[in-house]
């Protein structure tokens, strides 16, 4: 006999992304904007660097709303997956980023450059407010892309406190080596960050037993129902970022009728709830016993 249940639609993120995309829109149009009216190198950077980030909220943005769609003949899951595939996506966007910032250190150290301090500070500023309240928007969720997405703007807008500091201190001691000092030090903070998120991407896309879930303890649970003699053929996997699927052979003590029966699975299903596995397929047998 089999059995499945499916969990109620996780929450719709969706305004938070759009909320991101229009604040980072409107920097990085300030950013451009002041960067080429200076002819600032730095400032021109960041801003693609933004822009990056703006095109990774959209890419997560997509993927929630394929997420959204019913299932169909084809895809009998839905598309919950696209999630993983945009946090993957979003973290390899993440290292190119650190990969810019990092060849722009670089560059400054081998060529320092003068840099008008206070049109720096000013707009690093606007970044650092805009970059904060966009990750705040995330920093609440435990959803990948959402986190992916608070890496984001965490790095944003470190490296716009970054410019800020260095903007003062550059205004103050006309020294211009301080800026790709501090730059180094947000990248390898950056680099630990995404490296964690994205092994867990990499994990969940190759359908292994969600961060978070310990396999023995879900088959004890089931097998400590009275009524149940063991269970075997157990999986667990994520259908997303945030929806965990289990499938089991659990092997019943003879006798039990189909009400019965079906209260076991109703337990069952309500004790791996507990254990964040929220969409389960049972198939049943029973064991007799002497």
């Excluded at 400032?43 to 703006?54: F, K, P, Q, S, T």
């Excluded at 990969?99 to 206070?118: C, D, L, S, Y």
């Excluded at 965990?244 to 309500?270: C, D, P, Y």
């Excluded at 964040?276 to 049972?282: D, G």
Aim: glycine share 8%.
């Amino acid at each position: 006999m089999y059995n499945h249940t499916h969990s109620a639609p996780e929450k719709n993120m969706g305004f938070r992304f759009f909320l991101g995309i229009l604040l980072n829109i409107v920097f990085v149009g300030i950013e451009f904007g002041y960067g080429f009216s200076i002819g600032s190198l730095s400032l021109i950077a960041d801003a693609w660097h933004n822009l990056g980030d703006v095109a990774g909220l959209a890419i997560s943005l997509f993927a929630f709303r394929l997420a959204a769609k019913k299932p169909s003949k084809v895809y009998t899951y839905g598309f919950s997956k696209a999630t993983i595939l945009a946090s993957i996506f979003n973290c390899i966007l993440l290292y190119i980023a650190i990969g810019g910032i990092g060849w722009g250190v670089w560059e400054r150290f081998m060529h320092p450059k003068a840099t008008q301090g206070n049109i720096v500070i000013w707009v690093a500023g606007i970044g650092l407010v805009i970059n904060t309240l966009t990750a705040l928007l995330f920093a609440k969720s435990h959803e990948l892309n959402s986190r992916a997405a608070y890496l984001h703007m965490i790095a944003d807008a470190s490296v716009s406190l970054t410019v800020l500091i260095g903007g003062i201190f550059i205004s103050l001691t006309h020294n211009n080596f301080i800026d790709p000092i501090l730059g180094m030090i947000v990248c390898l903070v950056i680099v630990v960050g995404t490296t964690r998120i994205f092994r867990k991407s990499l994990r969940l896309s190759l359908d292994g037993v969600p961060e978070g879930v310990d396999i023995d303890i879900v088959k004890k649970r089931i097998e400590s129902i009275q009524g149940i003699a063991c269970v075997d053929h157990l999986h667990i996997w994520a259908l997303s970022t945030t929806r965990n699927a289990m499938t089991a052979h659990i092997v019943l003590e003879n006798g039990l009728g189909e009400e019965k029966i079906e209260s076991l699975k109703q337990t069952v299903r309500e004790a791996v709830e507990s254990e964040q596995v929220h969409h389960s397929t049972l198939e049943t047998s029973s064991f007799k016993v002497l």
